[in-house]
Nanobody
Framework: QVQLVESGGGLVQAGGSLRLSCAAS????????VGWFRQAPGKEREFVAA????????GYDDSVKGRFTISRDNALNAVYLQMTSLKPEDAAVYYC????????????????????WGQGTQVTVSS
């Protein structure tokens, strides 16, 4: 099993930047492709970005493409989400999620594909 803890959320003005971190403990983090999701009040949890086990494959939702960057450092057991040019509609609780798989070059975009979740970190964007 792996345990995930997100950090780095906060209040930022529109146009600003934040860097979210997802720290993992338990099994080697390199065993897990990771995704970032977000959920705003009254809305369903939605996909933001995903990265494969060996950073070879990365995917983004169209709404964040060009503004957000996902990365990982398996030696530090961490995945990051650098968010720039933030918009009020980016405000949400952001979650990282992990899926144990033997596949190296895959990413997953559905929340149901992930078995491990962090507790979330709040991102608030003021206009």
């Amino acid at each position: 099993q792996v345990q995930l803890v997100e950090s780095g959320g906060g209040l930022v003005q529109a146009g600003g930047s934040l860097r979210l971190s997802c720290a993992a403990s338990g099994r080697p983090f390199s065993d897990y492709p990771v995704g970032w999701f977000r959920q705003a009040p009254g809305k369903e949890r939605e996909f933001v970005a995903a990265i494969s086990r060996t950073i070879a494959i990365i995917g983004y939702d169209d709404s964040v493409k060009g503004r957000f960057t996902i990365s990982r450092d398996n030696a530090l057991n961490a995945v990051y989400l650098q968010m720039t040019s933030l918009k009020p509609e980016d405000a949400a609780v952001y979650y990282c999620a992990a899926r144990q798989t033997s596949a190296y070059g895959r990413t997953y975009r559905r929340a149901a594909d992930y078995g491990y979740w962090g507790q979330g970190t709040q991102v608030t964007v003021s206009s």
